[in-house]
C-alpha cells in the first residue's frame, strides 16, 4: 500500500471547519483513500472514504485531487469532541472485497480549543 | 446500530500465563481483523480472517493464534505472555462483498496488561 504523510498535529477553534491534509503521492490506480480517527484509547473510527470523487457523509467530506496524489478531510464545524488523532490511510480494495489490511502511519493530532 | 463486541474488556495475566480475546463482529460481517496498540504507539495489523480463513498475516508473534468461527466470531489466543505483550487489542469486523465499500469498524478493544 501507499505510504501517506500527515501534519502532526493542527488545532482548530471550536465552531470552525477543520481541514486536514494527506499526501499520498505514490498511489496506484486502485488504491482507495480511508480515513480514520482514534479518541483517546479508544477503537479507531471509521470517517469516511473515496476512490477519485470527492465524498461526503454525516461526519464529513472527503476532497481528492485530480491527480490523487493528495485529499483533504473536512469536518465542517469541530467540536471538542472532534478531538482526536486522525489517520489516512491508502488501500488496495481488489476486485469488491475488502480483506486489505489497514496500515496505520503517524496521523495527525487534532486539537479542537473553546 | 449493532457494533463490533469484545470481550474481556480488561484482562490482567501473569507472565508465562495464557489469554484468550473474543471478537463478535457485526451481524452478517464476513472478515475479522486484529489488530495490537502498544503504549503511545499506532494500532499494529495482527492477523485477519475472511469466511474462516486466514486472509492475511501481519508481525503476529508464533505464540499468538487465532481464528474465526462458524458464526463468524473470532478468538485470539495468546500464550507464554511476556510483559512487552501488554497492549490494546483491537478486532474490526467488514463486509467482504457489498456495496458498502471496504470499511472497517473497529470494536472497544481489550486492554491486556501482562504482570
Known amino acids: 500500500d501507499a505510504k501517506t504523510t500527515q501534519p502532526p498535529s493542527m488545532d482548530c477553534a471550536e465552531g470552525r471547519a477543520a481541514n486536514l491534509p494527506c499526501n499520498h503521492s505514490?498511489?496506484?490506480?486502485?488504491?482507495?483513500v480511508y480515513w480514520y480517527r482514534q479518541i483517546h484509547s479508544q477503537g479507531p473510527q471509521y470517517i469516511i472514504h473515496?476512490?477519485?470523487n470527492n465524498e461526503t457523509n454525516e461526519m464529513a467530506s472527503l476532497i481528492i485531487t485530480e491527480d490523487r496524489k493528495s485529499s483533504t478531510l473536512i469536518l465542517p464545524h469541530a467540536t471538542l469532541r472532534d478531538t482526536a488523532v486522525y489517520y489516512c490511510?491508502?488501500?488496495?480494495?481488489?476486485?469488491?472485497?475488502?480483506?486489505?489490511?489497514?496500515?496505520f502511519g503517524q496521523g495527525t493530532i487534532l486539537t479542537v480549543h473553546p | 446500530a449493532a457494533g463490533v463486541i469484545q470481550s474481556p474488556r480488561h484482562l490482567i495475566k501473569e507472565k508465562r500465563e495464557t489469554a484468550t480475546l473474543k471478537c463478535y463482529p457485526i451481524?452478517?460481517?464476513?472478515?475479522v481483523y486484529w489488530y495490537q496498540q502498544g503504549p503511545g504507539q499506532d494500532p499494529q495489523f495482527l492477523i485477519s480472517?475472511?469466511?474462516?480463513?486466514?486472509?492475511d498475516k501481519g508481525s503476529i508473534p508464533d505464540r499468538f493464534s487465532a481464528q474465526q468461527f462458524s458464526d463468524y466470531h473470532s478468538e485470539l489466543n495468546m500464550s507464554s505472555l511476556e510483559l512487552g505483550d501488554s497492549a490494546l487489542y483491537f478486532c474490526?469486523?467488514?463486509?467482504?462483498?457489498?456495496?458498502?465499500?471496504?470499511?472497517?469498524?473497529f470494536g472497544p478493544g481489550t486492554r491486556l496488561t501482562v504482570l
Open positions: 473515496g476512490l477519485k
Open positions: 474490526a469486523s467488514s463486509l467482504g462483498f457489498g456495496s458498502s465499500g471496504g470499511a472497517q469498524y
Open positions: 480472517f475472511y469466511e474462516k480463513m486466514q486472509s
Open positions: 451481524p452478517r460481517h464476513d472478515t
Open positions: 490511510i491508502v488501500r488496495v480494495d481488489a476486485g469488491g472485497t475488502s480483506y486489505g489490511k489497514l496500515t
Open positions: 505514490t498511489i496506484s490506480g486502485n488504491e482507495y
